[in-house]
């Protein structure tokens, strides 16, 4: 059973940044690919970023690229979000999420395993 506990979110003025961890336990870190995911109040579970299982690919949403990097430590079996230029619009509780198959999914149904989420809120 694989466990994710995410932290580092809070509260941020609009302009600045925040950098979420996500720590696993529980199973082989290195052979899942990473996501994280974000939900707003009364708004759908939506894609953020994913990386691969060594951490050689990365793919982004477009309300995020350019301002968030998504990035893993294999030896510590976390993976991180780094987000800048932060937007009130990315207020939400961030989520990250393991596939267990390694693929690159956009689709948070298609995630084995979740965190319970860290709260992000970005003010104006």
């Known amino acids: 059973q694989v466990q994710l506990v995410e932290s580092g979110g809070g509260l941020v003025q609009a302009g600045g940044s925040l950098r979420l961890s996500c720590a696993a336990s529980?199973?082989?870190?290195?052979?899942?690919?990473m996501a994280w995911f974000r939900q707003a109040p009364g708004k759908e579970r939506e894609f953020v970023a994913v990386?691969?299982?060594?951490?050689?690919?990365?793919s982004y949403a477009d309300s995020v690229k350019g301002r968030f990097t998504i990035s893993r430590d294999n030896a510590k079996n976390t993976v991180y979000l780094q987000m800048n230029a932060l937007k009130p619009e990315d207020t939400a509780v961030y989520y990250c999420?393991?596939?267990?198959?390694?693929?690159?999914?956009?689709?948070?149904?298609?995630?084995?395993?979740w965190g319970q989420g860290t709260q992000v809120t970005v003010s104006s």
């Open positions: 990386i691969s299982r060594n951490g050689g690919g990365t």
């Open positions: 999420a393991a596939s267990l198959t390694g693929s690159y999914f956009r689709t948070w149904t298609l995630y084995d395993y």
């Open positions: 529980g199973g082989t870190f290195s052979t899942y690919s």
